[in-house]
């Protein structure tokens, strides 16, 4: 079974400082792994993903992730958060193997970024 | 290029009245989801398709059903509504699972079941 975790249901960070949201997952082999964001009233949107090769992953509007397989996680980071990353941020997984099974998503994260 | 298209946007129904949600996309893409979100519940799958002709069962697929006759289109039907079934309603599309292909979302239909 593949499952995901994101611990915080909330982040609060001061605008220019770093952001950090958690993710953990669990799978059978190698995982793929998806981090996407969600405005108010809109659908997901894709951000980036790690598939295979180097561990740290770099995707849209300055945000980033590190995939560390001994940790099972795949944090989503950002050097200097703005307002207006504020959002509702889900990590999702499937494993490699898995054939024609879609992805699980985590329950998501609200980050508020204060001015 | 319009991705994915959900219809309608916001619906209210009665409860025991049916309706029928429609996802299209332009992408050409074989594999369609339909999710539910609910407050501190997340993503939850209810249907998936993953090509023309054929359906599978997600984690919560009681009270719904499916159905893609078409490649571009996965139509969720709720042949008698219920209040638990209030909810913001997801269609995605992908072009495979293989490869680590990702999602593309809709804007999403709100619907508040009476």
């Known amino acids: 079974a593949q499952s995901v975790a994101q611990p915080e249901d909330q982040v609060n960070v001061a605008e220019g400082n770093p952001l950090t949201v958690k993710c953990t997952y669990s799978?059978?082999?190698?995982?793929?792994l998806f981090w996407y964001v969600q405005y108010p009233n809109r659908g997901l949107q894709f951000l980036l993903k790690?598939?295979?090769?180097?561990?740290l992953v770099k995707g849209s509007y300055g945000f980033e992730a590190e995939f560390n397989k001994s940790q099972t996680s795949f944090h989503l980071k950002k050097p200097s958060a703005l307002v207006s990353d504020s959002a509702l941020y889900f990590c999702?997984?499937?494993?490699?193997?898995?054939?024609?099974?879609?992805?699980?998503f985590g329950k998501g994260t609200r980050l508020s970024v204060i001015a | 290029n319009a991705g994915v298209t959900q219809t309608p946007k916001f619906r209210v129904l009665k409860t025991g009245q049916s309706m029928t949600l429609l996802c299209a996309q332009d992408?050409?893409?074989?594999?369609m989801y339909w999710y539910r979100q609910d407050p501190g519940m997340g993503l939850r799958l209810i249907h998936y398709?993953?090509?023309?002709?054929?359906?599978a069962k997600g984690e919560v697929p009681d009270g719904y059903n499916v159905s893609r006759l078409k490649k571009q289109n996965f139509l969720l039907g709720l042949e008698s509504a219920a209040p638990s079934q209030t909810s913001v309603y997801f269609c995605?599309?992908?072009?495979?699972?293989?490869?680590?292909?990702?999602?593309?979302f809709g804007p999403g239909t709100r619907l508040t079941v009476l």
């Open positions: 999702a997984v499937r494993a490699s193997y898995s054939g024609n099974t879609p992805l699980v």
């Open positions: 799978v059978s082999g190698n995982p793929y």
């Open positions: 995605a599309s992908s072009r495979t699972t293989a490869g680590g292909d990702e999602q593309f």
């Open positions: 992408m050409n893409h074989e594999y």
């Open positions: 790690y598939i295979t090769g180097d561990n």
């Open positions: 398709s993953v090509g023309e002709g054929t359906t």
